[in-house]
């Protein structure tokens, strides 16, 4: 099992440039996130997913969009970057909506340096 | 909303030193709770969790976490570090029934030999 994987690891962006980072898991887990990690703030929660073809906002959602086509992966788009986005991404997944909500274990990927010039 | 405070930010201990991380959350409803830990250049992965039961938790490398509710507080602990522990620990509060997994600000141990 490969867990959480996350492309690129690194990448800047001029303002205004779209793009999408990648998220994969091969565990079959329904319930995916992203995270972004900021300096003196923590991770905060962008947008998530329950199952394919389920997603709903989280904490920070402006400025981000993420579609579920298939169990497996879980892309998050930056239509037009912003230097605010600059942050690191984190994808995380679990078995499912009612193991987070029982607290089980959120598997994290390597997360993307995100540079917003 | 829950929040969680990390009132160490940066924290520098010799070998063999203890250790103790501060955790406290606002809010009023049942929680879990977790600490992660981010070494360095690698993924978030869990240390321990607090669901119910006995408040004192242990976790993997020796690692240990007491839940005291009337504080809303979940304090890392560890009895003797070593230089291995160097990494980013983050303290995080779900409530019970919730998704929302809420971090704190992270504390950056650093061990010296």
């Known amino acids: 099992n490969a867990g959480v994987t996350q492309t690129p690891k690194f990448q800047v962006l001029k303002t205004g440039q779209s793009m999408t980072l990648q998220c994969a898991q091969d565990m079959n887990h329904e319930y995916m996130s992203w995270y972004r990690q900021d300096p003196g703030m923590g991770l905060r929660l962008i947008h998530y997913s329950v199952g394919a073809g389920i997603t709903d906002q989280g904490e920070v959602p402006n400025g981000y969009n993420v579609s579920r086509s298939t169990t497996e992966d879980f892309p998050l788009r930056l239509l037009s970057a912003a230097p605010s986005q600059t942050s690191v991404y984190f994808c995380?997944?679990?078995?499912?909506?009612?193991?987070?909500?029982?607290?089980?274990?959120?598997?994290f990927g390597p997360g993307t340096r995100l540079t917003v010039t | 909303a829950q929040s969680v405070s990390q009132h160490n930010h940066h924290v520098i201990l010799s070998e063999a030193a203890s250790l103790e991380l501060g955790c406290n959350y606002s809010y009023g409803g049942t929680v879990n709770l977790f600490w992660y830990v981010q070494y360095p250049g690698q993924h978030l992965q869990l240390l321990l969790k607090y669901f119910s039961g006995d408040p004192l938790v242990k976790g993997i490398k020796g690692f240990e976490a007491e839940f005291i509710k009337s504080k809303f507080s979940f304090n890392l602990r560890k009895p003797s570090v070593q230089w291995s522990d160097t990494a980013e620990y983050f303290c995080?509060?779900?409530?019970?029934?919730?998704?929302?997994?809420?971090f704190g600000t992270g504390t950056q141990l650093k061990v010296e030999l």
């Open positions: 995380a997944s679990s078995q499912n909506f009612d193991s987070v909500i029982e607290g089980a274990e959120q598997y």
């Open positions: 995080a509060v779900k409530k019970v029934g919730g998704n929302k997994l809420t």
